[in-house]
């Protein structure tokens, strides 16, 4: 993001920045983090904000965006001056008038640098759904991938190593070792910023499991913002249903027992519009591009981090850290879980990865390729069964049928190739999948 975010800034075609991501996400830091290239800087937060009174009354009046300008420096008692001021508009989704006057920064305003984030911008984006057409930038931000966590506890020597690996150049046996030991901690622990910001603070485990349960509350209290369009109990129960269901096909009969099949699909469809759910989705991947043989009917769906998974599943991260036990890491439901985050988190942050996944669609047979992905010219299934060093049945049917050159499995195990037709991934090099070797 930070690469985006100095494109933007330097950029002479600058267009207004919209920032997506669920709640505590690192969204306001980050731009905090850039307002420090900047003389000044103004922030309102349209949710917390003790002057967010008087700011709306401004952008209710239909003033051009160099008049709110002026206004604004005089509430915030900040100069507002193009290249040197940086305003951010925070949690703009509370203020559908702010929000509106985005689209004129771009024609009215170009020179200042202004942003806006927000937690629920998708559902005001469906009640605007020309909003923002060739005159905003938007970026999707997600919670830390493994390479940010390990530069946020000042790993800097193992990321700066991942960023170098490949079959051809794998780790040494000692970083491998410590790549592995981390990506432990990473994978019960996750990537939402507080929660690494805690560790790295000097807090306890039993801390970093506190901010997790209040960063659930969090998107519960949000649920409540919903209400409009369903019970949050039921929004509640459905997201438990997909965190217990990671790893398999998502099946609405097993998701509620007082809903039915279309309030669970909603259900499923504003937990996707929030961000904090992201869907799988079954392709026969015969050829470009996978979204041409996919079928919607089948889906994964994956919670947005995984320590939000371990504490919905009412798991002690204490505990599970005590030992680092790679054993636990090995459980199919959890490397898939990360692997697909991975994959999420490496696309460009203009352009949202979709994810698919193969399973054989003869019925009663169970082959099934956890990812497929589409790299350059080439579509390579991924197998994510890190308990095993062989091959999967699954890759060498997929791999057969298709025709495709050469598949990719994920393990704890450094790059190697166990079979003549599949590469090793270590699952700590899983964001690089989509990339070359």
Same mark, same amino acid.
């Not at 911008?121 to 605007?128: A, D, I, K, N, P």
């Not at 960063?215 to 929004?235: E, G, N, T, W």
């Given at each position: ?30 731009? +905090?983090? /850039? &307002?420090?290239?900047?003389?000044? *800087?103004? #922030?309102?937060?349209?949710?917390? !904000?003790?002057?967010?009174? =008087? ?81 905003? +930038?938007? /970026? &999707?931000?997600?919670?830390?991938? *493994?390479? #940010?966590?390990?530069?946020?506890? !000042?790993?800097?020597?193992? =990321? ?278």
């Amino acid at each position: 993001m930070d690469k985006e975010l100095a494109e933007w800034k330097n950029s002479t075609n600058r267009k207004p920045l919209l920032l997506h991501g669920v709640r505590q996400a690192g969204k306001t830091t980050t731009v +905090r983090e /850039l &307002s420090r290239q900047f003389d000044y *800087f103004i #922030e309102i937060n349209f949710e917390h !904000d003790d002057r967010e009174a =008087a700011v709306r009354r401004i952008f209710k009046r239909g003033l051009t965006p160099r008049q709110m300008c002026s206004e604004l420096s005089q509430i915030y008692k900040t100069p507002v001056v193009p290249g040197r001021t940086l305003l951010f508009l925070d949690e703009i989704q509370f203020c559908l008038p702010a929000f509106s006057l985005l689209n004129y920064f771009y024609e009215d305003y170009p020179a200042l640098h202004v942003v806006a984030a927000g937690s629920l911008l998708s559902f005001v984006l469906q009640e605007f759904p020309l909003f923002g057409i060739g005159r905003i +930038r938007s /970026l &999707s931000m997600h919670p830390f991938s *493994f390479g #940010e966590y390990l530069r946020a506890v !000042d790993k800097n020597r193992l =990321a700066d190593a991942l960023q170098d690996v490949s079959p051809e150049n794998p780790c040494s046996p000692a970083l491998h070792a410590q790549c592995v030991r981390h990506l432990i901690r990473f994978m019960i622990a996750g990537g939402m910023p507080e929660v690494v910001a805690t560790h790295v603070g000097g807090g306890s485990w039993e801390d970093c499991q506190q901010v997790l349960d209040n960063s659930i509350h969090v998107l519960y209290d949000d649920f409540q913002k919903y209400k409009s369009r369903m019970p949050a109990s039921r929004l509640h129960e459905v997201l438990v249903s997909v965190v217990h269901q990671t790893g398999g096909k998502f099946n609405y009969s097993k998701a509620s027992r007082n809903s039915n099949f279309h309030q669970i699909k909603d259900c499923i469809r504003q937990l996707e519009l929030g961000g904090i759910i992201y869907p799988v989705t079954h392709t026969s991947a015969g050829g470009f591009p996978l979204t041409a043989g996919m079928n919607a009917k089948f889906r994964k769906y994956l919670i947005m981090d995984t320590g939000i998974y371990h504490r919905i599943l009412r798991q002690d991260l204490k505990q599970l850290l005590a030992s680092e036990n790679p054993e636990y890491v090995n459980k199919n439901s959890l490397a898939e879980l990360f692997v697909g985050l991975e994959l999420l988190k490496a696309a460009p942050a203009d352009r949202p990865a979709q994810l698919y996944y193969w399973q054989n669609e003869r019925q009663g047979n169970p082959d099934e390729v956890e990812y497929v992905v589409q790299r350059q010219t080439q579509i390579i299934p991924v197998e994510v069964k890190p308990g095993t060093k062989s091959a999967g049945q699954s890759m060498l049917q997929f791999l057969t049928e298709k025709g495709y050159a050469y598949g990719i499995r994920c393990t704890l195990e450094n790059f190697d190739s166990y079979h003549r037709y599949v590469k090793n991934y270590p699952l700590y090099a899983a964001a690089k999948i989509g990339g070359q070797d």
